[in-house]
């Protein structure tokens, strides 16, 4: 039973301990690396391969070729009998359909096969996809195609190893169905418009790329309760469940040791994801009781997406090793803080600039705070893009309530930062501050401040440093979108700058001169974006109501302004997403949305039926029959009887609130999807709250050995 496997676990694998690691050797033994494949291609065949990954040059087919050869024979070598094109359709989710190398021939022999082909493009028949009305099922295929910017690597358990490609995935007209497909059309929109920037500023870079680091949230519980809880398994959060007497409230697991088991869980993961070449750098326990954090080093944005979605993949695959299972969701517990997902963003040259780092001299000063200045106004000019990037069922339950940034997008600057803004504003940064912050404008301009001050939790999107970290993403999501609207949005603020400083520079004296009065003008539209105080307080949502700032509380209201005019013109201008595009999103979104709703309503329904009402009537009867026992012996006792009233009167609120769910569910079908959502949101989900009560009611009163599930003590305290 449980707390066997949890005394009984063993940080054994097949009755040997874990080797100890040694990371420079095993770091990338999974990925087929650009240096393997270097000393393999003719040196003409490298150099064009080179210029596709890191100049995004157009690949050609001889290319293909010569690198399917070294693919295969690398893999093969690795022991992998199949491939896969490896891609990221719009569940959020990964997919894969493996094929083998060798193809038994007539002759009783085989074939090993894997050409140019094979490599650059595939079909998959995926055509049960979401598509959001992008594909009719007469014209289901859908292609995929190799991505050369993020290595292949090798899958692999005790039974055997296969290849996986990364590859963009896309209808037959060209329109993207995955999430990697905008990612790298909105980092190429980025490059295209930073380097523009750059000229300006006289400073030559090849590539601009944005650059992604992430802080991935998750829950441990031993795996025999997450069986044992069908809300675990269908919705991965529990829809029923009483707070434990003893919480997150001591702050005693928050950065404590590591439980054994956990960290011996957390050692075989990470090495798993060394050898996949994703470069895991911190570790620690978090807020939440059983809840920690894995942070790898930030990487080019692609490549980070393709690596978040293969840590989230082997955290909850090595977990099951552990008898634990990871959980993802952002929030499996009521009452306890969720989880989330920092995402860390900048943008970065090809020769390794980071364009958001304050710098020392002058010249960077005002570089940085061209780039900077355009990330706030790309911020301030839509909010209802990068609310829509988070907006999911599960991250409902975190944004907004006080341990999570709020559903209101605004910035964190830290203060110097915000007086040095102030400056240029008012248009006196030409004189040099007492104690040096700043004076734009003269030859002598001082250094800022390199570390950005206080931290500040509360905030959805805050300047640490020299990168902004955007806050509200949640645990399970892919992080794609959100950076798709990160790029396509600086971009967009980019190219408005570089527009109105080419104008200028004509006008004014001096290109200092031209810079001050266009940062003038935008840091004056967009100043409203900066926030520097407490995001979890009341005020603070009035004052953001004053200012006009946008406070798009659920999915449901924030997905519909996807489709704004706004919206399409933006991604359609800088060739991110076309119309159709946006509109499938917008619909598999709301789609997946009420599906989650669905499920959680039926589940919760079922456990209330089955499980949960079974075990009160029981216990009833039991108490029942201890009160005739009690009138029989002629004895004095209140307390049997007080019970039974207790659980009768959980059963009737119980009974009631079924019936209101399924009212409310019976009435939720509409054409619209959106419609349908809302319908659910605002009827479903709150009759399934109701239901929560009183089973939790129930949790409270009925005997321990009837309760059918798992209760959170068990579930948070059993390591
Ligand atoms: P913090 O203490 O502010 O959370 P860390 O140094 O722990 O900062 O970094 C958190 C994450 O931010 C890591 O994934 C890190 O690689 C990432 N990061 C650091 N610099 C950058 C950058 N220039 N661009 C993107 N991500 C970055
Ligand atoms: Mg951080």
Same mark, same amino acid.
């Given at each position: 039973?449980?707390?066997?496997?949890?005394?009984?676990?063993?940080?054994?694998?097949?009755?040997?301990?874990?080797?100890?690691?040694?990371?420079?050797?095993?770091?990338?033994?999974?990925?087929?690396?650009?240096?393997?494949?270097?000393?393999?291609?003719?040196?003409?065949?490298?150099?064009?391969?080179?210029?596709?990954?890191?100049?995004?040059?157009?690949?050609?087919?001889?290319?293909?070729?010569?690198?399917?050869?070294?693919?295969?024979?690398?893999?093969?070598?690795?022991?992998?009998?199949?491939?896969?094109?490896?891609?990221?359709?719009?569940?959020?989710?990964?997919?894969?359909?493996?094929?083998?190398?060798?193809?038994?021939?007539?002759?009783?022999?085989?074939?090993?096969?894997?050409?140019?082909?094979?490599?650059?493009?595939?079909?998959?028949?995926?055509?049960?996809?979401?598509?959001?009305?992008?594909?009719?099922?007469?014209?289901?295929?859908?292609?995929?195609?190799?991505?050369?910017?993020?290595?292949?690597?090798?899958?692999?358990?005790?039974?055997?190893?296969?290849?996986?490609?990364?590859?963009?995935?896309?209808?037959?007209?060209?329109?993207?169905?995955?999430?990697?497909?905008?990612?790298?059309?909105?980092?190429?929109?980025?490059?295209?418009?930073?380097?523009?920037?750059?000229?300006?500023?006289?400073?030559?870079?090849?590539?601009?790329?944005?650059?992604?680091?992430?802080?991935?949230?998750?829950?441990?519980?031993?795996?025999?309760?997450?069986?044992?809880?069908?809300?675990?398994?269908?919705?991965?959060?529990?829809?029923?469940?009483?707070?434990?007497?003893?919480?997150?409230?001591?702050?005693?697991?928050?950065?404590?040791?590591?439980?054994?088991?956990?960290?011996?869980?957390?050692?075989?993961?990470?090495?798993?994801?060394?050898?996949?070449?994703?470069?895991?750098?911190?570790?620690?326990?978090?807020?939440?009781?059983?809840?920690?954090?894995?942070?790898?080093?930030?990487?080019?944005?692609?490549?980070?997406?393709?690596?978040?979605?293969?840590?989230?993949?082997?955290?909850?695959?090595?977990?099951?090793?552990?008898?634990?299972?990871?959980?993802?969701?952002?929030?499996?517990?009521?009452?306890?803080?969720?989880?989330?997902?920092?995402?860390?963003?900048?943008?970065?040259?090809?020769?390794?600039?980071?364009?958001?780092?304050?710098?020392?001299?002058?010249?960077?000063?005002?570089?940085?705070?061209?780039?900077?200045?355009?990330?706030?106004?790309?911020?301030?000019?839509?909010?209802?893009?990068?609310?829509?990037?988070?907006?999911?069922?599960?991250?409902?339950?975190?944004?907004?309530?006080?341990?999570?940034?709020?559903?209101?997008?605004?910035?964190?600057?830290?203060?110097?930062? /915000? $007086?040095? &803004?102030?400056? +240029?504003?008012?248009?006196?940064?030409? =004189?040099? @501050?007492?104690?040096?912050?700043? #004076?734009? *404008?003269?030859?002598?301009?001082?250094?800022?401040?390199?570390?950005?001050?206080?931290?500040?939790?509360?905030?959805?999107?805050?300047?640490?440093?020299?990168?902004?970290?955007?806050?509200?993403?949640?645990?399970?999501?892919?992080?794609?979108?959100?950076?798709?609207?990160?790029?396509?949005?600086?971009?967009?603020?980019?190219?408005?700058?570089?527009?109105?400083?080419?104008?200028?520079?004509?006008?004014?004296?001096?290109? /200092? $001169?031209? &810079?001050?009065? +266009?940062?003038?003008?935008?840091?004056? =539209?967009? @100043?409203?974006?900066?926030?520097? #105080?407490? *995001?979890?307080?009341?005020?603070?949502?009035?004052?953001?109501?004053?200012?006009?700032?946008?406070?798009?509380?659920?999915?449901?209201?924030?997905?519909?302004?996807?489709?704004?005019?706004?919206?399409?013109?933006?991604?359609?201008?800088?060739?991110?997403?076309?119309?159709?595009?946006?509109?499938?999103?917008?619909?598999?979104?709301?789609?997946?949305?009420?599906?989650?709703?669905?499920?959680?309503?039926?589940?919760?329904?079922?456990?209330?039926?089955?499980?949960?009402?079974?075990?009160?009537?029981?216990?009833?009867?039991?108490?029942?029959?201890?009160?005739?026992?009690?009138?029989?012996?002629?004895?004095?006792?209140?307390?049997?009887?007080?019970?039974?009233?207790?659980?009768?009167?959980?059963?009737?609120?119980?009974?009631?609130?079924?019936?209101?769910?399924?009212?409310?569910?019976?009435?939720?079908?509409?054409?619209?999807?959106?419609?349908?959502?809302?319908?659910?949101?605002?009827?479903?989900?709150?009759?399934?709250?109701?239901?929560?009560?009183?089973?939790?009611?129930?949790?409270?009163?009925?005997?321990?050995?009837?309760?059918?599930?798992?209760?959170?003590?068990?579930?948070?305290?059993?390591?």
């Amino acid at each position: 039973d449980t707390l066997a496997a949890a005394r009984n676990w063993s940080p054994k694998k097949n009755g040997e301990p874990m080797e100890s690691m040694n990371v420079t050797e095993i770091f990338g033994e999974n990925t087929f690396q650009q240096e393997d494949l270097k000393e393999q291609l003719p040196k003409s065949i490298w150099k064009d391969l080179e210029k596709t990954v890191e100049e995004g040059e157009q690949l050609n087919s001889d290319v293909a070729d010569a690198v399917a050869v070294a693919m295969k024979d690398w893999a093969m070598d690795k022991g992998a009998t199949h491939f896969t094109h490896w891609f990221q359709p719009l569940t959020g989710l990964t997919a894969e359909k493996h094929d083998s190398f060798i193809t038994p021939n007539q002759g009783g022999g085989a074939i090993s096969e894997f050409s140019g082909n094979d490599l650059i493009q595939g079909e998959p028949d995926a055509s049960s996809f979401p598509n959001g009305g992008l594909r009719q099922t007469f014209e289901a295929r859908g292609y995929t195609a190799w991505d050369p910017t993020s290595p292949a690597f090798i899958m692999e358990n005790e039974n055997g190893s296969y290849l996986c490609i990364p590859t963009a995935f896309a209808s037959w007209t060209g329109e993207a169905l995955d999430h990697k497909t905008p990612i790298l059309r909105s980092n190429e929109a980025l490059n295209k418009q930073a380097k523009r920037a750059l000229e300006l500023f006289d400073v030559d870079a090849k590539r601009v790329a944005a650059t992604v680091g992430t802080e991935q949230e998750y829950f441990l519980i031993d795996q025999e309760f997450y069986y044992r809880r069908p809300d675990l398994m269908t919705s991965g959060r529990t829809l029923v469940g009483a707070k434990p007497p003893r919480g997150q409230e001591l702050d005693d697991h928050y950065f404590g040791s590591i439980p054994d088991r956990v960290l011996s869980f957390m050692l075989e993961a990470e090495k798993e994801l060394y050898k996949l070449g994703i470069p895991v750098k911190t570790r620690h326990n978090e807020v939440a009781p059983s809840q920690y954090e894995i942070a790898p080093l930030f990487e080019t944005c692609n490549i980070a997406a393709d690596h978040q979605q293969l840590m989230m993949i082997t955290l909850k695959r090595i977990a099951r090793d552990y008898g634990l299972e990871c959980m993802l969701h952002e929030k499996p517990f009521d009452g306890l803080n969720g989880s989330g997902k920092h995402l860390n963003w900048s943008m970065a040259t090809n020769s390794g600039m980071n364009l958001l780092e304050p710098g020392d001299n002058p010249h960077d000063n005002m570089q940085f705070l061209f780039f900077f200045s355009a990330v706030l106004k790309a911020v301030y000019e839509n909010q209802d893009l990068l609310r829509i990037s988070i907006a999911h069922a599960g991250n409902d339950h975190r944004l907004g309530g006080n341990e999570a940034p709020p559903a209101i997008i605004s910035a964190y600057i830290g203060e110097q930062l /915000e $007086d040095v &803004l102030t400056q +240029v504003l008012n248009g006196n940064a030409k =004189e040099s @501050k007492q104690g040096g912050l700043l #004076g734009l *404008g003269s030859p002598v301009l001082p250094s800022l401040p390199k570390h950005a001050g206080d931290r500040n939790r509360t905030s959805p999107f805050a300047f640490t440093g020299n990168k902004f970290e955007f806050r509200a993403v949640g645990s399970s999501q892919s992080i794609s979108f959100p950076i798709v609207v990160l790029n396509t949005i600086v971009a967009d603020a980019i190219d408005d700058l570089c527009t109105n400083l080419e104008e200028e520079v004509d006008r004014a004296k001096s290109f /200092e $001169d031209a &810079l001050a009065t +266009v940062m003038q003008d935008a840091l004056g =539209e967009c @100043k409203d974006i900066i926030f520097n #105080g407490d *995001g979890y307080s009341d005020e603070w949502e009035k004052e953001a109501e004053e200012r006009g700032l946008l406070n798009l509380k659920t999915t449901i209201d924030a997905l519909p302004k996807f489709t704004d005019e706004k919206n399409i013109s933006l991604f359609e201008k800088h060739g991110v997403l076309n119309e159709r595009e946006i509109h499938s999103r917008q619909e598999i979104w709301a789609e997946q949305y009420l599906t989650t709703l669905n499920i959680e309503a039926d589940t919760t329904e079922s456990m209330a039926k089955t499980m949960i009402y079974p075990a009160a009537v029981r216990y009833m009867n039991e108490l029942a029959e201890n009160v005739e026992r009690i009138q029989e012996l002629g004895i004095e006792g209140e307390g049997s009887k007080n019970m039974l009233k207790k659980v009768n009167k959980g059963l009737n609120d119980l009974n009631i609130a079924l019936e209101e769910l399924r009212e409310a569910v019976l009435d939720s079908d509409s054409e619209n999807v959106i419609d349908s959502a809302t319908h659910v949101k605002e009827n479903v989900k709150p009759a399934m709250t109701k239901i929560r009560d009183s089973v939790d009611f129930l949790e409270r009163h009925v005997a321990d050995d009837y309760w059918p599930l798992p209760i959170y003590r068990e579930m948070l305290f059993v390591k």
